[in-house]
């Protein structure tokens, strides 16, 4: 699942000669800041994350490494299922 952006503030600032835009993902609060040029084109852009977003003593993690959690995930919840069906089975 990725972010959900929804614009939040844009502003001019005369002295870059740049706008200054802010995007809000509704899902999350993470902010996206960013740079834009007159023509859109993006000069500098960072994120803010809220508290307990990144994963501790990690921090952010590309999307290599995100589809490594989803199969773990999987793995645990396959297993999880398999192991309370064959609970069940014994138990009958």
């Known amino acids: 699942m990725g972010h959900r952006w929804e614009p939040h503030t844009a502003a001019w ?4 000669r740049a706008y200054h835009v802010t995007h809000e993902c509704d899902r999350c ?11 859109g084109e993006i000069s500098a852009a960072s994120y803010s994350y809220p508290d307990g977003y990144l994963t501790k003593d990690v921090g952010y993690i590309g999307a ?18 398999a192991d309370s069906t064959n609970g069940r089975k014994r138990a009958s």
Request: hydrophobic share 25%; proline share 0%; net charge positive.
């Open 13 to 16: 600032d005369k002295e870059a």
């Open 29 to 39: 609060g993470t902010q996206r800041k960013a740079w834009w040029s007159r023509t």
């Open 64 to 81: 290599e490494g995100r589809g490594v959690l989803r199969t773990e995930y999987l793995t645990r919840v396959f297993s999880s299922r």
